[in-house]
Each structure stands twice: as C-alpha cells, then as structure tokens.
C-alpha cells in the first residue's frame, strides 16, 4: 500500500521544512528575539508576546518524533486529530499523511501567531494535504473550544504553560484510548511546569497511562483509559 508520507509532495515540503529547520541555531534566534532559554520559563512575557517575538523561528518536531506521530496515528486509526502548536506546519505533515492513510478525516492544528499560520498553509498546500488539515489561528484556548465529538490523538506542541489548560479542554472529546502525545517534554524551560504536567498524567486518578520515550527532547506518551 503506498504511504502518503513518503509521496513526492510530502517528501520533498518535509525536506525543505527539516533542511531549513536544521540550518537555523535555535538558542541564538531566542536571544536575538530577546528570550533567553536558557532560563527559566519568561513568564515575563505572555504567550501573544513570545509567539510574535518567535514568528521566524522553525520549531518542530524532530524528524523521529515526526515519524513516531506518524506510526502512532496509523496504529490507532486515526481520523480525528488535534494539535496544539502548528508553527511552520511540520508535524501536521506526518500527522495528515497518516489521517488520509487511515481513510480520511481532519487534522485540526492550531497557531497564535498570524504569519507562521500562513506559511504552515503554503507549506500545507504545497505537500498538497490542506483538504485534510484545519488550521485555527489565534489562541489555542478560544479556538479549540468547538471540537468535534470524537478526538482520537492530541499533539501538544505548543508553549509549556498551555499544555495542561489545553488537555483540560480537550480531554472530554479524547475517546477511551486516544493518545496524547507531548514533544520536547525535557527541554530545560519551565521544569516547574512541567512537573506539574507529569504529575496530572501520571497521577492514575486523572484517568492516564504515561510514559516517556527517549526521542530527541523527550516524548509524553499517554493513553487515555476512558
């Protein structure tokens, strides 16, 4: 059976996407941008505030987080997939091409930020998988409260502080044994948050199965029991 993911069109916006990503130093776009990261989480800044100052950084998935998100929503069969963090648009790519492997259905991605929204849509079109992705600008909080009735994966992608208030608002659409996944669950900002984030998902009355995989900066893997 042909995988979309490996067709020319997906292949190649891929390529460029990671190659671009790649050729880019992380840590001193922060710090022309006026955010250190090496730092505790800016709280100083509001999420509005750190997107814009972020808007031509490339933050994605890795290439094996990429592939694992892909793997994932084929093993469930996935049709109904929510992501929270779309920047350039990266791994709504592997996240689609699964979707239309599975027989069809809907990525609904989300960006705060109005000019990495417009280039995850070139970048969408050009892999020709913008009929199987939605993307919502604006704040994940406000447009992520229409969801249809049945989610089968949550990608948190997005800032540290709004992974828990998104799972929150999304968990009563997540069907017993949807997964969450979380990338770069080990990134060394904002630990108090992310402690706080474990702790939700490993605490078993929350309803949650979780384990951390050793891809890149960490992976969050957790199964929803219902």
């Known amino acids: 059976m042909p995988s979309t993911l490996r067709s ?6 891929l390529d460029r996407l990671l190659a671009a990503e790649e050729r880019q130093d992380v840590a001193a776009a922060f710090a022309a941008a006026g955010v250190d990261v090496t730092a505790d989480y800016p709280v100083e800044l509001s999420p509005a505030e750190l997107a ?3 808007k031509d950084i490339i933050m994605a998935v890795s290439p094996e987080a990429g592939q694992l ?12 997939v929510v992501e929270f963090g779309a920047s350039f648009g990266i791994s709504a790519l592997y996240l689609a091409s699964a979707v239309r492997d599975n027989g069809g ?3 609904i991605t989300t960006e705060f930020q109005a000019d990495k929204a417009r280039r995850a849509r070139e970048n969408f079109a050009a892999a020709g998988l913008d009929d199987i ?20 994966l949550l990608h948190l992608d ?18 017993p044994g949807a997964i969450v996944v979380v990338d770069d669950i080990d990134l060394d900002v904002g630990l ?35």
Do not use: K
Not at 69 to 80: C, D, E, N, P, V
Not at 138 to 151: F, I, K, M, Q
Not at 158 to 175: A, E, I, Q, S
């Open 69 to 80: 998100l892909h793997l994932f929503a084929r093993s469930i069969g996935a049709r109904t």
């Open 192 to 226: 108090n948050i992310r402690e706080e984030f474990l702790a939700h998902v490993d605490d078993p009355a929350n309803g949650f199965l979780s384990m951390r995989i050793p891809v890149h900066q960490g992976v969050q893997l957790c199964l929803n029991l219902g």
């Open 8 to 13: 020319a069109a997906v292949a190649s916006t």
């Open 158 to 175: 997005g800032w540290p502080t709004l992974r828990l208030p998104v799972l929150d608002l999304v968990r009563p659409r997540l069907r």
């Open 133 to 152: 992705i939605e993307l919502r600008e604006g704040d994940a909080l406000e447009t992520l409260r229409t969801l249809p009735d049945t989610v089968d």
């Open 52 to 54: 814009e100052r972020a």
């Open 105 to 107: 259905g809907r990525v």
